[in-house]
């Protein structure tokens, strides 16, 4: 009697992709490892020719606010890998200015700084990449985690602070930021800041979040240099 073939690895529907072997593996690592596998944004990610998954983040939250208008100017910060970059770069067909600690692989449509925005040369460089402002100021910067989550908090309202310092020196009238940050954090005066210098200051969790992260991002709109007041929703 022959035997039934057997069947092909990634054929068998309705299964999950399993790692062929977690030995020698730290556990932590082996769980991103079967998300990362079982994540659909992952997936789409790759098929899609974007560098991350976060590239989802980002459109979702342009549907929602409509962040990019046609030919507007981009600053993307701690853009690496280049997944907000793209869809920046997409959305706005404008001038594109992506910046990171680390090296990034170049992107049609983008230049591609290497700087840390707490050197003194920072607003310099970035104001000799857009001379006439940026319309719309991102920053999905987040720290290496300690595991301590008040300090990781403490970490990435600094990091939120530090973006906006850069922002507010580079956006034009009527710009948009968008900074991430955890719930829970230090970001209150961030916060009392940014309903002071726009027109409208909201919360948001994209759906490509996952469910488990604390992460959230301010979304800012209607950028004004004097004071007033903001309307803020949460």
């Not at 301590?148 to 850069?166: P, V």
């Amino acid at each position: 009697m022959s035997r039934p073939p057997r069947p092909r690895p990634g054929r068998q529907s309705g299964l999950k992709p399993r790692l062929r072997t977690a030995k020698g593996r730290k556990t932590a690592s082996t769980r991103w490892l079967q998300r990362q596998l079982a994540d659909s944004y992952v997936a789409e990610a790759k098929r899609k020719g974007f560098r991350s998954r976060a590239a989802f983040k980002l459109m979702q939250l342009d549907d929602r606010f409509r962040l990019f208008r046609r030919g507007g100017t981009v600053l993307d910060l701690g853009a690496a890998p280049g997944g907000w970059t793209q869809v920046a770069i997409a959305r706005s067909g404008g001038q594109v200015v992506a910046v990171d600690l680390q090296p990034m692989d170049p992107l049609p449509g983008a230049l591609c700084l290497v700087l840390d925005l707490e050197d003194e040369e920072a607003p310099g460089r970035l104001e000799a990449a857009l001379p006439d402002g940026a319309d719309v100021v991102l920053s999905d910067m987040a720290p290496r985690t300690t595991g301590h989550a008040a300090t990781d908090r403490l970490r990435i309202a600094a990091l939120a602070d530090l973006a906006y310092d850069a922002a507010r020196g580079m956006l034009r009238p009527g710009g948009a930021f968008v900074v991430k940050i955890f719930q829970g954090g230090a970001h209150h005066d961030l916060l009392g800041v940014l309903k002071k210098d726009f027109a409208s200051v909201r919360h948001a969790k994209p759906d490509a979040s996952r469910k488990e992260s604390s992460e959230f991002y301010l979304v800012a709109t209607g950028f004004r240099a004097a004071g007033g007041t903001a309307s803020h929703s949460g």
